[in-house]
């Protein structure tokens, strides 16, 4: 819902037969979508859609989750790289001071 997207690589994967998701199944060129994939959601907003409809742009997100997820993905891996390089840095820190104290102690 947050990412905006409908299907992997566009909303048409959910009216297509070799999709995972058996309960998606076509009717007569109209489809059932996951109300997720509504821009704006109610309650079996997915419902009957027409997929050569002129306002299914503006009804439903058509861009596929895909590269939403590997973006959004790229996105953190960076920041969680970046913290578990600062808390590798502090338990260094950590470690050297540790054996300095423990070095001051022999004395």
Do not use: H, R
């Amino acid at each position: 819902e947050n990412l905006e997207c409908c299907g992997q690589f566009n909303y048409t994967d959910w009216g297509n037969g070799s999709v995972a998701f058996t309960w998606a199944v076509s009717l007569n060129q109209a489809a059932y979508l996951p109300d997720s994939c509504c821009q704006e959601i109610t309650e079996d907003c997915g419902k009957a859609v027409n997929f050569t409809s002129s306002t299914l742009n503006e009804t439903y997100w058509t861009q596929g989750c895909e590269t939403q997820v590997m973006d959004y993905m790229s996105e953190w891996s960076i920041k969680i790289a970046a913290l578990l390089c600062a808390i590798l840095v502090l338990q260094i820190i950590c470690f050297i001071f540790s054996i300095c104290l423990s070095c001051k102690n022999k004395d």
